[in-house]
């Protein structure tokens, strides 16, 4: 799999469009932040890039193939991602182990014993090596989220979809977890995408950041979140959601 495109793509719920018209792409390999305010989309359009929504026009590619949601096809395309959710949507009426092995349990015809290594293995990657008989509640809020970014990952996925990963984390939670994604990244050869609105997280992991605008319904740049500073020409929405706290407007 390579790259992801959006072309003219328009996304929403019944009636209601969010966005309209968007065109981007996120490359191989890089982390591409969708960042912006309140209320602007950004868990709208994950959703429709993981196919939880149908897009109400245009389209998505993941390399040359449209992603449709509709299409058998699609359950294949999906198998290669991994998806950390914002409460990191653990069953809580399994173990931690349990929880990492659910997909797979699913999706291989690997042995009791080879998933409980490669639970383990995955489990470490993330720093919750041996813990996991333990219950989701037994865990901090930032053991939790690293917990569930084990289960994402267990399938080793191709791209990897954060939604809002640092919220209801403190600062030095939310700095190891920015840390852990790249290093995931790394480890994993993965192409990540991440919602947030946290400025700290995009200025340390993003390659390029993705700005939604809730006003004009679109796009209004898309670029590394440090040069799109520099450049005068950055649109004065951006730069201010970029510096909020610098002057006292946020």
Known sequence: MHGITAENLSIGYGEHIVMEGLNFDVRKGEVKVIMGGSGCGKSTLLKHLIGLEPAKAGRILYGDEVFDPSNPRAEQIRRRFGVLFQGGALWSSMTVAENVALPLEQYTDLSAAEIRELVELKL???????????????????????????????????????????????????????????????????????????????????????????????????????????????????????TRGENGSN
């Open 124 to 242: 470490s990657l993330v720093g919750l090596g041996g813990l996991g008989a333990r219950a989701p509640s037994e865990l901090s809020g930032g053991m939790r989220k690293r917990a569930g970014l084990a289960r994402a990952i267990a399938l080793d996925p191709e791209i990897l979809f954060f939604d809002e990963p640092s919220a209801g984390l403190d600062p030095l939670s939310s700095r190891r977890l920015d840390e852990l994604i790249l290093e995931l990244r790394d480890a994993l050869g993965a192409t990540v995408v991440v919602v947030t609105h946290e400025l700290a997280s995009i200025f340390a992991i993003a390659d390029r950041a993705l700005f939604l605008d809730a006003a004009t319904k679109t796009v209004l740049c898309d670029g590394n979140p440090n040069e799109l500073l520099e450049n005068t020409s950055t649109d004065p929405k951006v730069r201010s959601f970029l």
